[in-house]
């Protein structure tokens, strides 16, 4: 039996978590499934900005450290990204990118063991966890990197292993870790797990604390709708964070930030991570980015990313079949993300030409279209014009238009 | 003979400088002469935020990475400070903060010469880069650090000598190092110099090529106006980028970011300096607060600078003579950046009574009052009523009011 664009209605009309979708400002005519590189506008960002550039810089100027808050900026965004994660108020801190924030955990948390070598990683992780991790073990002496394919993981674990670097959700496939069970298989075999929520949060419900989980950083720009290149945040659980010296140190992260002293003293707590000055426009823009969740808890937020999955997949089945989509994201939604992935021999001029016509998804190379399923604004008549729209590129073979062979910087 | 407002206006009056001031949006009745921590707000930055998050992130969303030029605005920016730091475009790249881009450039650089196990600063430098310092050793294997006062800095520079990290302009007493002097100095004894532009780029006429400077970083926030927390710029010599292997790597300063593979390959240039996504709202006001300078020649700014600080001094020397103000700043411009600064046994009171008195200096601990010169936006006649004020305040006793005395996190 072939799913209606009534019934896809009445899902819609049952929704509720439908309201949501007026927290943004959605451009005309585009559906955004982008999944996930740039979360949309919220829509209390944009007068965020205009307090922050005129009122709070422009007319406050310095004093705007003190008298709105953005001194502790780091802290409090970090607290309000902490119920979205599973983890407390004081575990998580806003600062600096992912690709950073991972060279600080990773460094620090390495000395921890000195005896243990081996930093261990999956093949086809999210490519600047590798490039950094690559980096940071010669930071350490005597570490190393070894990346191993992702059905090796667990088996790699071992008396060696220092630290295991992972991506709760990939980026490609959308395949999802268990985080509880991996974590304690490298806990017992004494090794610390180190997990790039980039994928996850915001998307997945995620519980670091009843999973295990000691150390994280994660993205601003996807799922928490920060902004373009919104800094990212960085977890520590509270048991560990005294047992950590960052070998990245800056002011910001110092006991006594303007006694102005020669010496190195960790602040206590989380703060310690932090390093430079944080880039105050961007930080407000992801703290309203956050508040977009408020009142939308993430249970029902993945229930609805399910059934718009389930929805899309079954679309594409009825629509789509005989054109060469294989689908690469898991069907089970405890082993998934909220994100869809399809290998596609074309898949780039696809992605060209779904743009073209109004679908926002993106192309991973070498041959992945992937799209974004954001419960907060998307609704289940989204997924259905989106999939009418790409059966309509597959049919006529519109995607051979050679104007969508040619390829910008960021593709 | 006493210098008279008359004399003054009539300064204000010749100055060919005098139209730039319209081109920022300064707070009413207040002088600001923070010095500076924190630049004001050019006029075109508010629309070119107002466009950057309801049209670049709102409409164009994930496009506007190719379409309005995001991925190459850290080099685009660069080269647009290239000209006031008298670097070539190629040369300058814009990411991180100032202590990030410190430890990449420690890190990479202390790497070309193993057998030299000194990094050697100077006691009393800005503390973030003490701190830096005093981790990116430890990640660079048999490495130390050494902090000697700065009248013992050319001395220690010897063949233990790897890297000299000095900062251009000295926060706090305004000090200048002969950069060209020094990074010779440095060089015959076979070590590489980082400079620290903080206090520098945009207050004093920079020539970095013509000086052999190889490795620098600056700040953005200052007097380059880019607002709160703006990223930081980082320079390397033509000669020496390719000679570079960052330690602290990520996929934007990667060869081919978007081919996703697991293997680290440096970008040609400048590029592999980069590490994650930049904050591209703050980046954006960056770009705004480099544009101000447009026009306006370095040494034309210089010369104002030079008047405005004399100006100063000599009407501190006439109004305020016998309450404890000590210049600590040098008299010679060849020999100072920017800004001047006097000790004062209460000198935190004493800022906090100017600033309820609307002129913006800071207080730096321990004893300290500075004052920004910033000939963009500054008159004669703002000194003169800044010191009149001053004056005030101290003939009267006003920064005895016990609410001066009550200290902000940020002070």
Chains 1, 2 share one sequence.
């Not at 005896?115 to 086809?124: I, N, Q, T």
């Not at 560990?240 to 002011?251: C, I, N």
């Not at 679908?359 to 998307?378: E, K, M, N, Q």
């Amino acid at each position: 039996m072939s799913i209606t664009l009534e019934r896809v209605r009445a899902m819609d009309a049952a929704d509720p978590l439908r309201h949501l979708h007026d927290r943004f400002l959605l451009p005309d005519n585009i559906i955004y499934l982008d999944g996930n590189s740039l979360g949309v506008l919220p829509a209390g960002t944009l007068r965020k900005q205009q307090d922050m550039v005129l009122n709070q810089w422009g007319h406050s100027l310095i004093r705007s450290w003190n008298d709105h808050g953005w001194i502790d900026a780091p802290q409090r965004i970090g607290a309000k990204i902490a119920p979205l994660i599973g983890a407390r108020p004081h575990e998580v801190i806003v600062t600096d990118s992912v690709t950073v924030n991972l060279f600080k955990l990773i460094t620090a948390a390495a000395a921890l063991s000195p005896d243990r070598p081996v930093l261990l990683s999956e093949a086809g992780n999210f490519h600047t966890d590798l490039h950094v991790a690559s980096g940071a073990v010669d930071a350490v002496p005597g570490m190393r990197l070894e990346v191993v394919p992702r059905d090796a993981v667990e088996d790699a674990i071992g008396p060696q292993t220092n630290l295991l670097l992972l991506t709760h959700v990939h980026y490609k496939s959308a395949a999802r870790f268990d985080m509880a069970g991996i974590t304690a298989r490298a806990r017992e075999a004494g090794a610390r797990t180190i997990w790039d929520l980039s994928h996850s949060a915001g998307a997945v419900p995620l519980h670091l604390g009843r999973d295990g989980a000691e150390l994280a950083v994660g993205c601003g720009y996807k799922y928490l709708n920060g902004g373009p290149g919104a800094p990212a945040f960085l977890y520590v659980a509270e048991h560990l964070q005294e047992a950590l010296t960052p070998l990245l140190r800056g002011w910001m992260g110092h006991a006594t930030p303007f006694a102005f002293s020669d010496d190195y003293v960790p602040a206590p707590g989380i703060a310690r991570f932090l390093a430079g000055t944080p880039p105050m426009l961007s930080m407000a823009a992801l703290e309203c980015g956050i508040e977009s969740f408020n009142g939308a808890p993430m249970e029902a937020l993945w229930a609805k990313s399910v059934a718009l999955f389930d929805l899309f997949a079954a679309l594409i089945d009825e629509r789509c079949s005989g054109h060469a989509l294989d689908c690469i994201s898991p069907p089970d939604p405890d082993l998934r993300g909220s994100h869809i992935s399809y290998r596609h021999p074309h898949a780039f001029a696809l992605c060209q030409a779904l743009i073209a016509d109004g679908v926002i998804g993106d192309f991973r190379a070498p041959d992945v279209v992937r799209f974004g399923i954001t419960p907060l604004y998307l609704g289940y008549e989204d997924i259905w014009n989106a999939v009418e729209r790409l059966a309509r590129i597959l049919e006529t073979g519109f995607w051979r238009d050679p104007r969508f062979a040619v390829r910008g910087k960021v593709t």
